[in-house]
């Protein structure tokens, strides 16, 4: 299958602090990369959808301006908490879509933890 | 609204036996539906996937039952080992190209020995 690596895996950071995360589709070219957000035994809610050389669409309720979305390159696509607090204290997942076969492929993840 | 309902919240089935999951969905456009399998600290990794034009898919021990009229698919794991504990989450999604998956609540299976 398609590789998505997502860097970091876990980053510790404190309150006010932003944190930048990286989704890199490894083998294939993605012109769309998606991130979620799961809470603890809870299922993924879609954050927003990251379109190269285009502005990010963000799904009701997510700041944009807080979580900053730039997908400069078909296979790079990253995610800053902008000012981060406690409650933004999350698992942040991306993925990526291999063609139009619907297939989605998925990081392993990057558990954030605010301080 | 919760567009793809999952049940059960989680579920114990013993080695060897049938791992039976159930997703019922709302939107009449969505033509994808995939099973996703995630273990702990870990991304959703792709399990199998149908679409409403077949009503049964089979890869290995994973099957995946569609029913277009009830608006229902479900995720059958056969001879369940220990190591397919983890969680399941069924999606759906509409359309071509640039759509995201809608997710189920998920099901947290463990597979007793």
């Known amino acids: 299958g398609a590789v998505v690596s997502q860097h970091p895996s876990w980053v510790i950071c404190k309150s006010g602090t932003s944190v930048k995360i990286e989704c890199r589709s490894l083998?294939?070219?993605?012109?769309?990369m998606f991130w979620y957000r799961q809470f603890p035994k809870q299922s993924l809610m879609l954050m927003a959808t990251s379109n190269e050389g285009s502005k990010a669409t963000y799904e009701q309720g997510v700041e944009k301006d807080k979580f900053l979305i730039n997908h400069a390159s078909l296979t790079l696509s990253t995610l800053t908490v902008t000012s981060a607090h406690p409650e933004d204290s999350s698992f942040y997942i991306c993925s990526a879509r291999k063609g139009v076969n619907e297939k989605l492929f998925f990081g392993s993840g990057t558990q954030l933890s605010v301080l | 609204q919760q567009q793809v309902k999952q049940s059960p919240q989680s579920l114990i089935v013993q080695k060897g036996g049938i791992s039976i999951i159930n997703c019922a969905y709302e939107n009449t456009a969505f033509d994808y539906f995939p099973w996703y399998q995630q273990f702990p600290g870990k991304g959703p990794a792709l399990l199998i996937a149908i679409r409403p034009d077949v009503s049964e898919k089979k890869e290995g021990r994973f099957t995946i039952s569609f029913n277009k009229s009830a608006k229902q698919f479900s995720l059958h794991i056969m001879d369940s080992q220990p190591g397919d504990s983890a969680t399941y989450f069924c999606?759906?999604?509409?359309?071509?190209?640039?759509?995201?998956?809608?997710f189920g609540s998920g099901t947290r299976l463990q597979v007793q020995p």
């Open positions: 999606a759906a999604s509409k359309g071509t190209g640039r759509r995201a998956l809608t």
């Open positions: 083998d294939f070219q993605a012109t769309t």
